[in-house]
């Protein structure tokens, strides 16, 4: 037989790490339970008589930041690329703030007079991303990181250079340049001088924060169009190709081949998305609006595989998995994060999981799937950065003013997801003139009035707010004690805030907002940051003994990257393209195929 074809696949155990908190699936549990369609892989003993239907140098499954990434690199070095992409690409990258990490002394930040090199990024850096990468990638990325700005602008990705200074989740709309991390907050701006990163690129969709991606992803896809990138949108990889050395060579598609079924598929995949990015994921009514948007994408999935057919795609030099993390696969989520399974889905509809599963079906090595990105933003309101932050039995645990990822780490690892902004009645009265301060978005001012006026527990006293929270009165007391007497300037903050960063709360009554993971008007936005496990040099997926993989690359959130540990905004579209651009130059660098 010239082929040797698999039933639907059943994983093995393949996602072991040492930081793993989720069980491997039980035995003989299928992956169609996630919703997932995926086949084992098909091995061919002779290539060549495969009935192909086209083929490619590169073959990208998800053309969303990191795929267009790719494909456009690989354009540049001489390469032909193939792109699929389960929708009409984008993706997350596409659909987000349109932050994009960069620094190292870019174009933008010394038009702005800001200083910053290669060194001081990484001495930040390492702060966020541990040891998920080693030190020589960490460094590499910095290093990199001007250059690979520049790339972009040269591309068509338009930038300005309007600074903001200030502390804030999100820049005021016409601003452009900001921190987006917690290099202002203590202890941070004492170990490295702090430098505005947050590239903002000038594209508006409205008044909102969403969507203005595709200000750096559209020219991107544009320029490889125009370099001679083959594209099939909504496309769904089900299986990979091999030959008997075990080299990853093609994929196998299925399409939506009749024109009519296209556009209707078309119009459903619209409203799902419609629905999912109506609002923000940190707005309450976003429960209901992502549960509706989850309803259309169930009809488009049936309209769909009532009516695909398949398509065989050779890679010459490799394929490149690039199809996001699996937040919007909340199966997924249950069972390798269930700590945060009642955590909102920052991501868009492609987010299922796919292409991570696409590369353990051959064998790949997963690694942090237990890893998500929860951000909990404080500040605007100016007044909740100063408020007080405890967790269910009233012990404060964190610095306030820091990033919302770093909070929200710190709140679901180590704080079993509880957590309550603590404010007197003059503090509380401030957040809500705070919401309508001078940059303030909607979104922020509406989370601030909603939780305000609506979510927060009311009490005569310290005493009595703790009993009426279930707080350990003694503990709640003392965190009380200690946050007012560092407020007042009486002794230094245990979290490395000044008294201009704090408010003495002693004036009654006593407000607690409620801010967990599952809180009922406060949600907590998630993304997935763990994905298949790569070599750090060229992006080559490495199967569960640690060895490399001939063909077979993965980028962005479908490989454990920069951002793995902890998020801060624009990281994961850096990673993206840093990602990307270097599993093409990997192929490009590869002797000729056979």
């Known amino acids: 037989m010239n082929e040797i074809k698999g039933a639907a696949y059943i994983p093995p155990n393949p996602w072991k790490n040492d930081r793993a908190k989720a069980p491997p699936p039980p035995a003989g549990q299928d992956i169609r339970q996630w919703g997932l369609a995926i086949d084992a892989p098909l091995v061919l003993n002779n290539p ?5 239907q086209d083929s490619a140098d590169v073959v990208v499954v998800g053309l969303g930041g990191a795929g267009i990434a790719a494909a456009l690199e690989a354009l540049e070095n001489g390469l032909s690329v193939t792109a699929l992409d389960l929708y009409d690409g984008g993706g997350s990258s596409a659909a987000n703030g349109g ?4 620094g190292g002394g870019t174009s933008i930040q010394q038009e702005a007079g800001v200083l910053d090199d290669a060194k001081a990024m990484e001495d930040y850096l390492r702060f966020e991303v541990g040891d998920v990468v080693s030190p020589e990638t960490l460094t590499d990325f910095c290093e990199q990181s001007a250059g690979t700005f520049e790339w972009l602008r040269r591309h068509g990705a338009p930038f300005s250079a309007t600074l903001y200074s200030k502390k804030t989740s999100y820049p005021p709309l016409d601003k452009f340049l900001y921190h987006p991390d917690s290099s202002l907050a203590g202890p ?26 595709v200000g750096i992803y559209a020219p991107l896809k544009a320029a490889a169009l125009a370099k001679g990138m083959r594209f099939h949108d909504h496309a769904d990889v089900r299986q990979l190709v091999q030959d008997r050395q075990g080299r990853v060579i093609g994929v196998r598609v299925e399409r939506l081949a009749d024109p009519q079924l296209r556009a209707d598929h078309a119009r459903l995949i619209a409203k799902a998305s419609k629905w999912m990015g109506m609002l923000p994921s940190t707005l309450p009514g ?13 009809k488009a999935h049936k309209l769909a595989n009532a009516a695909r057919t398949s398509l065989w795609i050779r890679a010459h030099k490799g394929v490149v998995l690039s199809a996001g993390g699996f937040i919007c696969n909340p199966a997924m989520v249950e069972h390798f994060a269930p700590d945060y399974a009642a955590g909102l889905p920052n991501g868009t509809l492609g987010d299922n999981g796919s292409g991570i599963m696409l590369g353990v079906s051959v064998g790949a090595q997963t690694g942090l799937m237990e890893r998500v990105s929860a951000w909990r933003f404080l500040s605007p309101p100016k007044a909740w950065g100063q408020a007080m932050v405890v967790d269910g039995t009233g012990q404060r645990f964190l610095n306030e003013s820091w990033y919302g990822a770093r909070i929200g780490d710190e709140l679901v690892e180590r704080h079993a997801g509880r957590g309550y902004i603590i404010m007197d009645r003059k503090l509380w009265k401030q957040s809500l003139k705070d919401a309508f301060g001078e940059g303030v978005l909607t979104f922020q001012r509406d989370i601030t009035l909603i939780n305000g006026l609506f979510g927060a527990a009311k009490a005569k006293d310290p005493q009595a707010l703790a009993a009426k929270m279930g707080f350990d009165p003694q503990i709640f007391a003392e965190s009380l004690s200690a946050y007012n007497r560092a407020a007042g300037g009486v002794e230094a903050d245990a979290f490395h805030k000044t008294p201009d960063e704090m408010a003495v709360l002693d004036q009654g009554p006593y407000y607690a907002v409620d801010m967990s993971i599952d809180a009922r008007l406060f949600p ?12 750090e040099k060229t992006g080559a997926v490495k199967d569960s003994s640690g060895a490399v993989m001939d063909g077979l690359y993965a980028a962005g959130r479908n490989a454990v990257g920069i951002c793995s540990n902890l ?9 993206c393209i840093y990602s990307g651009r270097r599993a093409a130059r990997a192929m490009a660098k590869e002797g000729a195929q056979p």
Not at 99 to 102: C, F, H, I, P
Not at 193 to 208: E, I, L, M, Y
Not at 286 to 298: D, F, K, P, S
Not at 524 to 535: F, I
Request: charged letters at 20%.
């Open 48 to 52: 060549d008589t495969h009935d192909w």
């Open 99 to 102: 932050v994009y990490y960069a």
């Open 567 to 575: 998020y801060v905004s624009g990281l994961s579209y850096a990673d």
């Open 188 to 213: 941070f701006r004492d170990l490295t001088p702090p430098a505005a990163r947050g590239h903002r690129t000038v594209h508006r969709n409205g008044k909102n924060p969403f969507g203005l991606g």
């Open 286 to 298: 976003a429960q209901v609006t992502t549960r509706i948007g989850y309803r259309y994408l169930e």
């Open 524 to 535: 907590l936005s998630c993304m997935t940051v763990g994905g298949l496990v790569v070599d």
